[in-house]
């Protein structure tokens, strides 16, 4: 410090400071009995922390992994890193009180702190224990259960309502997030609350990730509404933006343009978009005959463009 220009003895303190990490190292006693590992204090700690990064752990592990996490979390519960640490654990090895455990610690962490990714951890808790019941639901039905394809139907709605409420807490604790827009969005369109669905797209379809399958549910929307034009806009817009016109989702636009198309031409007699509606349906015939009613609405479309040039 007192002469930092002095070149030959700031040498002399790094190679100082090197010896001195070899030392405290143990490194200079590699091929002696313990070498530089008799460092390592705690064996069994060193092994957990091993088996913390391991993809794959047995549930001899996710046990030990649990008891450490659980010690940690009882000596200072108010701790952010000790709760998240203890609810990974728990979600790890999944067991029915585990998961319900894991629920109450991330609620209780939520209302002390209020940090909304434990409420939003808490949230998917919930939802994945009610999205089990529902498969398991759909499983039997599909297998000939009488009683469960009677109670899937409602089993699936209250999921459905279950999911958007979730979403409508997230969209209020990220409002410049377009992810939970989307699906929020996207479950008000499943539920036919297309009012509710359309702001929503709206804003959705600014973010790029989003925007294909946004505009396509926003034009539907505004054809379940009645409001073709913006329909048709919309749909055309969705389809420019769309990679591959030419897959499921591509086919699903087009089918829906052809649509809107159609009805536009029914209800006001007009000519162009019965011939675009036509030009749509056939090439959705000719990609794949048997997608949905596709030969009918073909069909009708012909039926419609002859009508209209008639009169």
Known sequence: RIDPSDGKLAAEVRNMSAQATMSSGG???TGEQGGFRKNIRDADKQ??????DSISKTDETKDKLIAVAQADYKSR????????TLIKRLLERGRDDDEKLAYRLAMKAFE???QFTFRQQAGEIKLRRNRRQVVDLRQKAEAGHARASELLPEAERQFLRLEIEEYKLRVEAYPTDSGPKYELGRRYYATGEYNLAIPLLQKSQADNKYKARSLAMLGESFGKIG???PAIDTLRQALESHNDPNNELGLSLRYSLMDALLKKAEAESELGAAVDGEKLASGIAMQQFDYRDIQQRYSDAKALVTRLKGS
């Open 27 to 29: 490194f200079e006693e």
């Open 47 to 52: 092994s957990l922390l091993e088996a913390e």
């Open 77 to 84: 519960p108010d701790d952010i890193p000790a709760t998240k």
């Open 112 to 114: 002390t702190n209020g």
């Open 227 to 229: 409001l073709t034009d």
